[in-house]
């Protein structure tokens, strides 16, 4: 049964950070890139990041300098580093699997002070 289970959000102040967790399982995870997407209150869901197979990764440029997604194969997991948190970064967020394009549950995050 294929899984991508969200954790990590919640609420934090502007300029705080936060880490936010994907734990994927049910089919071959180092076969996969992953991205995170976001839906802003009321908007349509935007593309955040993406790492690829061999680590490689690239940001929007709405949070290039700010978030770093890693992976870990071992752990089959994927994290997404939020730092310099700005109001315009709530939203809920979803892991995205690109191997038969998984997705999860989502996490809500909200920065306000």
């Known amino acids: 049964q294929v899984q991508l289970v969200e954790s990590g959000g919640g609420w934090v102040q502007p300029g705080g950070s936060l880490m936010l967790s994907c734990a994927a399982s049910g089919f071959p995870f180092s076969s996969s890139g992953f991205r995170w997407y976001r839906q802003p209150p009321g908007k349509e869901r935007e593309w955040v990041a993406t790492v690829y197979t061999g680590g490689m990764s690239n940001y929007a440029d709405a949070v290039k300098g700010r978030c770093t997604i890693s992976r870990d194969n071992g752990k089959t997991m994927v994290t997404l580093q939020m730092n310099s948190l700005k109001p315009e970064d709530t939203a809920v967020y979803y892991c995205?699997?690109?191997?038969?394009?998984?997705w999860g549950q989502g996490t809500q995050v909200v920065v306000s002070s």
């Open positions: 995205n699997a690109m191997i038969n394009n998984y």
